[in-house]
RNA sequence: GCGGCUGUAGCUCAAUGGCAGAGCACUUGACUGUGGAUCAAGGUGUUGUGGGUUCGAGCCCCAUCAGCCGCCCCA
């Protein structure tokens, strides 16, 4: 074989053959069923950027650690882009007088990360981004977590199967203020929950004693991690919970304090959608709002809510709940049979006809046996096979058969569309 | 960047340091105008790569590359 040869794909990149490539065709149309049923508009920006786009405001790790980045020929450092948000703050900033406010846009395309990869990560990946800008509210918040319940809902995931957890930061600080847990150290508090379900208690315990909280601080951020009523202290959660209840998404979510997002510009909600049965321990989707952003780029102070999901855990998720639709090989229903070479062209003149009544057709590629020519009929999915041998030639007429049915009939070529349209609608 | 596991036929995997194998898939035929099922026949490999130990290495040792799983981070 020609294996040793063969010059491998670069690491953490996958390879779309048609059944994958089908695949993330099925998340991209949900995805934009999903925005589309909201009246999202589809967007996008430059899959080159220059660092120093994310320099302004993403996270340092995800600047020096984790993106793509080379000089191009004039030695500007350009990088791949690892997230859409910084894009989408300075395109927003760049026409913020002249765009019909709330901009609601949605997304969907590649991004890099220069990580490890590992189970529900790769370094080139597709990620969907939707976003809310010029609105400040909670019900916002609610109709872009409606707009993930609704696409979780479109691909046949069920509240039980995936739940989108919310929490808001505000009531956080809010929280952390009464503990006396210093702003310094909320980011390294925030962290330590964020890895909480990953860690043992007794280890967690003593990993946020060592950043420097005392014992009664400690008990008190448990009492607060543990409180699923403490939503109800907060008038922007009974707002968007309310709101999520009109919107008929109420199933999909719940309030959960655990819930932080290491993102350094969300600013109130926040929320992940997770896989509920625990199989990929990943967050399916997150979000949440930013009030600065806008500002950080340089742009009027607008506020803005949005999340993001990649494809890869989704669609891990999706071919282990089975809810991928099977796969047919050939967009073509119909496939038309070569008999032989005196036949040839009359077979190909029988499919462009069929083609121009708007038929999508595949011709067998040249004259064969035609066990052959079913086998591969049967292989490609293909529905109805059409045979154009020497009787039909001689009677004008072709034969129309039905594969899943094994059954077959003679018919004037005028009739052909009619009878392949019978065929379809009977399986 | 750190830790662990695995690399054998196209795929899934087996082989006590002693002749490298099975199932599936594939090709052909049974069937010269009809697919899936069945049966028969057939091909298969520098055992990821490079060194080392040994009379002898798929197996042991070292290095390297790749993949997977986890950490970090996050979609």
Same mark, same amino acid.
């Given at each position: 074989?020609?294996?040793?040869?063969?010059?491998?794909?670069?690491?953490?990149?996958?390879?779309?053959?048609?059944?994958?490539?089908?695949?993330?065709?099925?998340?991209?149309?949900?995805?934009?069923?999903?925005?589309?049923?909201?009246?999202?508009?589809? !967007?996008?920006?430059?899959?080159?950027?220059?660092?120093?786009?994310?320099?302004?405001?993403?996270?340092?790790?995800?600047?020096?650690?984790?993106?793509?980045?080379?000089?191009?020929?004039?030695?500007?450092?350009?990088?791949?882009?690892?997230?859409?948000?910084?894009?989408?703050?300075?395109?927003?900033?760049?026409?913020?007088?002249?765009?019909?406010?709330?901009?609601?846009?949605?997304?969907?395309?590649?991004?890099?990360?220069?990580?490890?990869?590992?189970?529900?990560?790769?370094?080139?990946?597709?990620?969907?981004?939707?976003?809310?800008?010029?609105?400040? %509210?909670?019900?916002?918040?609610?109709?872009?977590?409606?707009?993930?319940?609704?696409?979780?809902?479109?691909?046949?995931?069920?509240?039980?199967?995936?739940?989108?957890?919310?929490?808001?930061?505000?009531?956080?600080?809010?929280?952390?203020?009464?503990?006396?847990?210093?702003?310094?150290?909320?980011?390294?508090?925030?962290?330590?929950?964020?890895?909480?379900?990953?860690?043992?208690?007794?280890? !967690?315990?003593?990993?946020?004693?060592?950043?420097?909280?005392?014992?009664?601080?400690?008990?008190?951020?448990?009492?607060?991690?543990?409180?699923?009523?403490?939503?109800?202290?907060?008038?922007?959660?009974?707002?968007?919970?309310?709101?999520?209840?009109?919107?008929?998404?109420?199933?999909?979510?719940?309030?959960?304090?655990?819930?932080?997002?290491?993102?350094?510009?969300?600013?109130?909600?926040?929320?992940?959608?997770?896989?509920?049965?625990?199989?990929?321990?990943?967050?399916?989707?997150?979000?949440?709002?930013?009030?600065?952003?806008?500002?950080?780029?340089?742009?009027?102070?607008?506020?803005?809510?949005?999340?993001?999901?990649?494809?890869?855990?989704?669609?891990?998720?999706?071919?282990?709940?089975?809810?991928?639709?099977?796969?047919?090989?050939?967009?073509?229903?119909?496939?038309?049979?070569?008999?032989?070479? %005196?036949?040839?062209?009359?077979?190909?003149?029988?499919?462009?006809?069929?083609?121009?009544?708007?038929?999508?057709?595949?011709?067998?590629?040249?004259?064969?046996?035609?066990?052959?020519?079913?086998?591969?009929?049967?292989?490609?999915?293909?529905?109805?096979?059409?045979?154009?041998?020497?009787?039909?030639?001689?009677?004008?007429?072709?034969?129309?058969?039905?594969?899943?049915?094994?059954?077959?009939? %003679?018919?004037?070529?005028?009739?052909?569309?009619?009878?392949?349209?019978?065929?379809?609608?009977?399986?």
């Amino acid at each position: 074989m020609a294996s040793k040869t063969l010059i491998p794909a670069v690491k953490g990149t996958r390879e779309f053959y048609p059944e994958e490539m089908a695949q993330r065709n099925f998340i991209y149309e949900k995805a934009r069923q999903a925005s589309r049923l909201f009246g999202y508009q589809e !967007w996008d920006a430059p899959f080159l950027e220059t660092i120093e786009l994310y320099a302004a405001k993403s996270g340092e790790e995800l600047v020096k650690e984790q993106s793509f980045v080379f000089p191009d020929r004039g030695g500007d450092l350009i990088t791949l882009r690892p997230e859409l948000t910084p894009s989408l703050a300075r395109m927003i900033a760049q026409k913020q007088n002249e765009l019909v406010f709330p901009v609601r846009w949605w997304s969907f395309g590649p991004f890099w990360r220069y990580e490890r990869p590992q189970r529900g990560r790769t370094r080139e990946f597709f990620q969907w981004n939707v976003d809310m800008l010029g609105v400040n %509210s909670p019900e916002a918040d609610a109709e872009l977590i409606a707009v993930a319940a609704t696409f979780l809902k479109l691909v046949g995931l069920t509240p039980e199967q995936a739940t989108i957890f919310v929490n808001n930061r505000r009531l956080m600080d809010a929280q952390f203020d009464a503990l006396q847990i210093s702003p310094e150290k909320r980011m390294e508090v925030s962290n330590a929950v964020d890895r909480r379900a990953k860690m043992e208690a007794a280890k !967690w315990d003593e990993y946020v004693l060592e950043l420097g909280l005392k014992r009664e601080q400690l008990d008190g951020l448990k009492q607060i991690l543990g409180n699923y009523d403490l939503w109800q202290q907060s008038e922007e959660l009974i707002r968007l919970f309310n709101a999520l209840e009109a919107l008929g998404v109420k199933d999909y979510v719940r309030f959960d304090p655990n819930i932080m997002r290491g993102l350094l510009y969300y600013t109130g909600t926040v929320f992940e959608a997770f896989d509920v049965s625990g199989s990929v321990r990943r967050a399916i989707l997150g979000g949440g709002r930013y009030d600065n952003l806008l500002r950080d780029v340089g742009g009027d102070p607008l506020s803005g809510v949005g999340f993001a999901m990649g494809d890869v855990v989704i669609g891990i998720l999706l071919k282990e709940k089975g809810l991928i639709p099977a796969f047919i090989p050939s967009p073509a229903p119909v496939l038309v049979t070569v008999f032989d070479a %005196s036949l040839w062209m009359a077979s190909y003149s029988l499919a462009a006809e069929l083609r121009a009544e708007g038929w999508n057709v595949i011709t067998y590629p040249e004259p064969a046996k035609l066990p052959k020519q079913f086998k591969f009929a049967d292989r490609m999915g293909v529905k109805v096979a059409l045979v154009l041998g020497p009787e039909e030639a001689a009677s004008g007429k072709v034969t129309v058969k039905n594969l899943a049915t094994a059954t077959q009939e %003679s018919v004037a070529r005028i009739e052909v569309s009619a009878a392949i349209r019978r065929m379809l609608a009977t399986n």
